[in-house]
């Protein structure tokens, strides 16, 4: 997808450009408000607020090749800007130690659909810091480490290693959780 | 399963639990209707949210016609601008309404939270917006 090309046909009014935009960078966005916790209407609300600043920017958005970049970091401060108003900044960031077991390998039957939900009650047990990570990193398309990194105000590189150890804690979850253990 | 597979599972479990909702894909796509490409773009100078979280918020915007001061209450939203007289328009992205301008001074009430901007028209007739700011 050239990006740049849909942000300078997007300045121009085509709409069909913005709405590939849109389209593109839809989940990314909502997986960083969801990430930081945000209600469905503050969700909405922050995801529409960083479409329409960039609507503002359009036709100043200087390298259009990191458009995914300007969105994340330009999300990122609409949910912190919400949460401050609302009282509740994010917790801050505490160590994840690595999980305490070897994870138990997890077998391909865990792509069955109803075992989703359950996965996913899982997911919203891990400590927040890994709960946010993973959110932004289960967006629809992957988003690069660069995004996430911006998404989080995290450093690139801290990324990979952190990914590592939180997929390991909820494999651990998953290995306790007895509706997914006992089907796999 | 290895780490790229498991988060392949769970971005499955997101799809599927937490997708962008339509609305949201609906109001994005209508956000480009909202670009103000005839109008001047009067930028935040100043921002100042006075004492309590939710104590009015007071704002400055300048442009090269006019400056405009706004302060937001809740839902009441007052200004003063200098350099433009008639009306001016308060917009939100699913509003708009047009308040009178009295020596310099507007006021609208019942402004939803969110985003808000004020439009007026200078002196010499160019339009001016000021930026989106969160009310």
Not at chain 1, 139 to 154: R, T
Not at chain 2, 41 to 59: C, D, H, K, Q, Y
Not at chain 2, 73 to 101: H, K, M, N, Q, Y
Not at chain 2, 113 to 131: I, K, Q
Request: glycine content about 6%; overall charge negative; hydrophobic content about 45%.
């Amino acid at each position: 997808m050239d990006i740049p090309a849909l942000v300078s046909a997007a300045a121009r009014g085509d709409q069909s450009a913005w709405d590939a935009l849109v389209r593109q960078f839809s989940g990314l966005l909502w997986s960083i408000a969801r990430a930081y916790r945000l209600s469905d209407a503050d969700a909405a609300d922050a995801v529409q607020c960083t479409w329409i600043k960039l609507v503002e920017h359009l036709d100043r958005i200087a390298e259009p090749e990191r458009l995914a970049g300007w969105l994340s970091t330009t999300a990122r401060h609409e949910c912190l800007q919400l949460l401050r108003r609302s009282g509740r900044l994010p917790a801050p960031a505490e160590e994840i130690a690595d999980s305490p077991d070897p994870a138990p390998a997890l077998d391909h039957e865990l792509l069955v659909r109803e075992r989703n939900a359950a996965l996913w009650r899982v997911f919203e047990e891990l400590p927040d810091r890994c709960r946010r990570l993973l959110r932004v990193l289960m967006a629809s398309p992957p988003p690069a480490y660069a995004e996430v990194a911006l998404a989080l105000d995290m450093p690139v590189g801290s990324i990979g290693p952190i990914r590592q150890r939180c997929l390991g804690r909820l494999k651990a979850l998953v290995a306790g959780n007895q509706l997914l253990e006992e089907r796999s | 399963m290895n780490d790229d597979d498991f988060l392949d599972v769970l971005r499955a479990a997101a799809d599927e639990f937490d997708p962008v909702p339509a609305g949201v894909l609906r109001d994005a796509s209508a956000a480009l209707a909202l670009r103000t490409l005839d109008a001047e773009l009067a930028e935040l100078v100043e921002s100042e949210a006075l004492v309590r979280g939710n104590g009015p918020l007071t704002l400055a915007f300048e442009s090269e016609h006019v400056t405009i001061s706004l302060e937001i209450d809740g839902s009441r939203l007052r200004g003063f601008v200098s350099g433009a007289e008639g009306e001016a328009v308060v917009e939100t992205p699913r509003s708009r309404r047009a308040v009178p301008i009295s020596d310099g001074w507007f006021t609208a009430a019942d402004v939803p939270a969110g985003l808000v901007r004020v439009r007026v028209a200078a002196s010499d007739g160019t339009p001016v917006v000021t930026r989106w700011v969160r009310s």
